[in-house]
């Protein structure tokens, strides 16, 4: 690995731990502001569009975000081959992505549910079409995590900008639909720009597309697979339901879901390209990163899903009033889904994928594709957003429950199941207490109970974690306490 190229993995989970700060903030402060001032429907319309273009988006990159991750992380001191993959992938990419869009703009005209929105789909195929050429993979592979920051907060404020001064009332909803698609552009021609002055293609001879048909198969089959269990049953809520106003309920605890994702994300993504250059080269190494990253994200998202359990009601009314409160049953679903989107999402790219085993992570996904779309067709039209919320759950439930199936050999090897008896009872003290201090608070404000649930969360968990001797909350409390010291 060229040091003098890449940062340690301190730094580049410091930038993440950053670009999820930032990117928490505008959502605090975005989801509140747009749910209020919008309708329900007209929130609903705006996230029913934006969900098409999400599913298109997975047809148009057929994996190549995870695919070529992984390879440009594995030929980056080598700029004549990262010359050959980049160029080979976005080929791949433009070639799919002309035919789904011609698709799209077909369908805006015949559908009848896309017609009524027009505009906005028209809005949100250009999304589609700029989302194609992120080539975020590219400056991930070569960890460059400073300029991802320093780029992504930079639009996600003017965003947050552009929102406060063009969202104003309820029928602004393709106001705020153009400002969701133009940071995507933004981000977007940024990053191309940028590879383009940084990749010479020059000289490079013929392209070899062929060589990356079969392994970029698996994850297109995954990325699409999951598209149909993540984003697909957005779009079969709205075409079942009579309007979007149950899109927009369901779409607010999708949101509370992508505010916990982004913090997980933020640590996996770091850890990925490492773990893909250990795999090959420092086995010992990539142990040791693993049982890291696997403590910190089970103590995360077991966290999230218990907090979420408890404490939805206050955070659903604050975050959007009580016009929201038909998507509390919907939020504490979602806090599952995280949990088990979250492993699965690291067992995934952070054991199969680095081993050569993705065949395997894309038929756990494929199977989690009908359970979806008999779930979705069985209880969309008539739980509406908890009917799509237990959908993806019950999919979430059999992918993690097949992936942990596959990587048991490796995880067996690394993890210790004494400590995660350890973490398991530390969060069930913590949400227990937790719930008995619910009922006290539950006449106070809804922030107050939100602030104050969450605090009384963590310190019993931290509390309950050291007494047992947990790994990771030791690793917390020793981090915490060193820093402390040097203050």
């Known amino acids: 690995m060229n040091q003098k190229q890449t940062h340690s993995v301190k730094f580049n989970a410091m930038m993440n731990i950053l670009l999820t700060a930032s990117n928490m903030l505008v959502s605090i402060v975005t989801i509140p502001y747009v749910t209020r001032v919008l309708s329900v429907e007209g929130y609903g319309d705006v996230t029913f569009a934006q969900n098409v273009s999400q599913w298109l988006s997975a047809m148009c990159l057929v994996g190549v975000p995870m695919y070529g991750l992984r390879e440009c992380a594995r030929v980056r001191d080598d700029p004549r081959k990262m010359a050959r993959v980049v160029r080979e992938l976005l080929a791949i990419i433009t070639i799919f992505t002309a035919v789904v869009l011609t698709c799209f703009g077909v369908s805006i005209l ?5 017609h009524q929105i027009a505009a906005l789909m028209w809005v949100f195929l250009v999304s589609t079409l700029l989302l194609s050429y992120g080539v975020e993979w590219y400056f991930q592979a070569i960890e460059q995590y400073k300029y991802i920051t320093i780029r992504s907060m930079v639009f996600k404020m003017l965003s947050l900008v ?48 062929g060589r990356h048909l079969r392994p970029l198969a698996s994850y297109a089959a995954l990325s699409i697979a999951t598209s149909v269990y993540l984003v697909f049953d957005s779009i079969l809520l709205g075409m079942l339901s009579p309007s979007n106003v149950q899109v927009g309920f369901y779409q607010l605890a999708a949101k509370l879901k992508n505010l916990c994702n982004s913090v997980v994300n933020a640590i996996i993504s770091v850890l990925i390209p490492r773990l893909s250059y250990y795999a090959k080269n420092d086995l010992e190494a990539y142990g ?29 009314v604050l975050i959007s009033s009580e016009k929201y409160v038909d998507a509390v049953l919907p939020v504490r679903i979602i806090g ?39 779930c979705n067709l069985l209880l969309d039209g008539t739980l509406g957003a908890t009917g799509a919320a237990i959908s993806v759950c019950l999919s979430e439930l059999v992918i993690f429950l097949m992936q942990l199936h596959d990587c048991w050999p490796v995880l067996k090897e690394h993890i210790d199941a004494s400590n995660m008896l350890r973490t398991f009872t530390s969060h069930i003290m913590a949400a227990a207490v937790a719930f008995a201090a619910s ?5 106070l404000n809804v922030a107050v109970q939100v602030v104050a649930g969450f605090a009384v969360y963590s310190v019993v968990w931290l ?16 981090t915490l306490r060193g820093f402390m010291k040097r203050k």
């Open 336 to 374: 599952l889904v995280n949990l088990f989107s979250c492993m699965s999402y690291f067992f995934g790219l952070g054991i199969l994928s680095p081993l050569d085993q993705e065949s395997k992570l894309a038929r756990a996904n494929l199977t989690g594709v009908p359970t979806s779309l008999v």
């Open 162 to 209: 552009a929102m406060l001064v063009f969202v104003r009332d309820e029928g602004d909803y393709l106001a705020y639909g153009v400002i969701l698609a133009l940071v995507v552009c933004g981000n977007n021609v940024l990053n191309l720009t940028r590879m383009l002055r940084m990749v010479s293609f020059s000289g490079l001879g013929p392209m070899c597309i």
């Open 110 to 114: 015949v559908v009848p549910r896309f």
């Open 288 to 316: 040791a990163l693993l049982r890291k990253g696997w403590g910190f994200l089970l103590n995360l998202c077991l966290g999230t899903a218990l907090y979420l359990l408890v404490y939805a009601y206050p955070l659903v």
């Open 439 to 443: 009922l006290p608070l539950a006449g």
């Open 463 to 478: 509390i309950s974690a050291l007494i047992m001797g947990e790994t990771t909350a030791r690793w917390a409390f020793g």
